[in-house]
């Protein structure tokens, strides 16, 4: 889906410069970019219910 993405002017320049250097184009940085968020805030909620079910395991085997 085709999409227009507005960006301040001095994170323009630097994803510009990120895209000359690595020879990469700019979209295929920013799909990567928002990739490695949305892992990252994924990853964080499954740490937290982690350490949950952890802390309060006795909680939850008497609720059983």
């Known amino acids: 889906m085709a999409m227009t993405l507005r ?8 994803l510009t410069a990120r895209a000359e250097r690595t020879g990469r184009s700019k979209q295929a940085l920013a799909i990567e970019a928002i990739r490695d968020a949305e892992a990252r805030a994924e990853l964080d909620v499954h740490d937290v219910l982690a350490e949950l079910t952890d802390s309060d395991a006795d909680i939850l085997e008497y609720l059983k």
Do not use: Q, V
């Open 7 to 14: 960006l301040p002017d001095d994170l323009d320049a630097k």
